[in-house]
């Protein structure tokens, strides 16, 4: 729990630091918007098991795989932003007779023709079995220097809708 907590706190800080950063770099910074669907297409089990009298479940290190679109009725997206392939690792704490518990992990998101990713951690809250959160990407290769910042829940078993911004210096 405490490992929880505190990378949630993690996440807010550098998420605050990148929003309030006094240096020059971030003031001349652009900001694209991000509104997108994500559709999970795989997914590959990790290490699963019950405690508290089998109302508890602990998942461990479950992958998987999505595809991103653009929204439609959104912003259109910068060209290089408005497709693009997600892979999740995934814990969860999940109480099964309530649907409420917590998600965390890491993602790597890859665009196509684009020589770098965004990787970075999410959190997310269940409620009634469906996921909210927040997600924090940075770049690499060719996205060196820029960062991601995701809201996203879940609409479906399947499909999750995110906004936010790609900040590039």
């Keep these: 729990m405490k490992k929880r ?4 706190i993690m996440v807010l800080v550098i998420l605050a630091l990148t929003l ?7 003031a001349k910074s652009t ?4 509104c997108s669907l994500q559709t999970v297409v795989n997914v590959v089990a990790g290490q699963e098991w019950y405690t508290d009298n089998n109302t508890i479940l602990h998942v ?9 679109e653009p929204k439609p009725g959104c912003p259109e997206p910068d060209s290089i932003y408005a497709h693009a392939n997600l892979s999740l690792k995934v814990n969860v704490e999940l109480n099964v007779t309530t649907g409420a518990g917590t998600t965390w992990g890491t ?4 665009f196509p023709g684009v020589n770098g990713t965004f990787v970075g951690p999410f959190v997310g809250k269940i ?3 469906f ?3 927040k997600s924090l990407g940075i770049g690499t290769g060719d996205l060196k220097g820029q960062l991601e910042v995701i809201s996203f829940h879940q609409t479906s078993w399947t499909t999750y809708e995110g906004t936010g911004y790609i900040f590039a210096p």
């Design 5 to 8: 907590i505190l990378f949630s």
């Design 20 to 26: 309030v950063s006094p240096f020059p770099v971030a």
């Design 31 to 34: 900001k694209t918007p991000i």
């Design 60 to 68: 461990r290190g479950m992958t998987t795989y999505s595809t991103i």
């Design 107 to 110: 993602g790597i998101t890859t």
């Design 127 to 129: 409620e009634n079995y």
């Design 131 to 133: 996921v909210s959160g």
